[in-house]
């Protein structure tokens, strides 16, 4: 059953810690994504990744980190850098970084800091 | 600036009954276009894709259309279900670079 799986899929944090959000895909795609999705706003992009040991930044980095250490997995940090942490996060893949492919979305993880 | 606008912002249909979402778009370059369903608490899925050259295309009971002269298009439901409940999100592709994500019209269909 080929897809993207999130976890988990609800988080809480107390400020001041980092967390690690998790996302794996088994369709062998080279690039994935982050976004963080809040009401009333479209998907923002955080970081994506076209390649293994690559990323880039999105529009809205500061106070995430990422890494990509295997193709099928790529896990988002969320620092106590981060102002506004509590959000929807949403990852997605596709064949490549072309704007045009096609991105599948994991299922999400709500994080919320207490 | 590249921007996309939806419009309602919301939406509250009895079942059975047709409705029609809008999306309107300034890109440039235009790549393609696609329609997204996103139920609450779940990742997006995309519905339909529309590139510059077509004008309509259907899934089931979505059907898209696209007009690149005033660069709008719209997502019409025939039939609603209470399945369809859900927000669309309208994406724009520019190029090869970036997407362009509406805020999305939030849909709830009533029995």
């Known amino acids: 059953d080929g897809g993207i799986t999130q976890s988990p899929k609800y988080l809480f944090r107390k400020e001041g810690q980092n967390v690690t959000l998790s996302c794996e895909q088994n369709?062998?795609?080279?690039?994935m994504y982050w976004y963080r999705q809040d009401p009333g706003q479209g998907l923002r992009l955080i970081y994506y990744?076209?390649?293994?040991?690559?990323?880039q930044k999105g529009d809205i980095a500061e106070g995430y980190s990422v890494s990509r250490e295997k193709k099928e997995s790529f896990p988002l940090t969320v620092t106590s850098a981060q102002k506004n942490p509590t959000a929807f996060y949403l990852c997605?893949?596709?064949?490549?970084?072309?704007?045009?492919?096609?991105?599948?979305f994991g299922p999400g993880t709500r994080l919320t800091v207490l | 600036k590249n921007q996309v606008e939806q419009s309602p912002q919301s939406l509250i249909i009895l079942e059975g009954k047709n409705c029609t979402l809008q999306c309107n778009y300034t890109v440039s370059p235009f790549s393609n276009l696609r329609w997204y369903k996103q139920d609450t608490g779940r990742g997006p899925v995309s519905l339909t894709i529309m590139t510059f050259s077509e004008n309509t295309k259907s899934n089931g009971r979505y059907t898209a259309t696209l007009d690149a002269d005033t660069k709008q298009s719209s997502l019409h439901i025939t039939a609603s279900q209470l399945s369809d409940s859900a927000s669309y999100i309208c994406v724009v592709s520019v190029g090869a670079q970036k997407l362009v994500f509406g805020t999305g019209t939030r849909l709830l269909v009533s029995p």
């Open positions: 990744s076209q390649i293994v040991n690559d990323f």
């Open positions: 369709l062998n795609h080279d690039a």
């Open positions: 997605a893949s596709s064949i490549d970084t072309r704007a045009y492919n096609e991105q599948f």
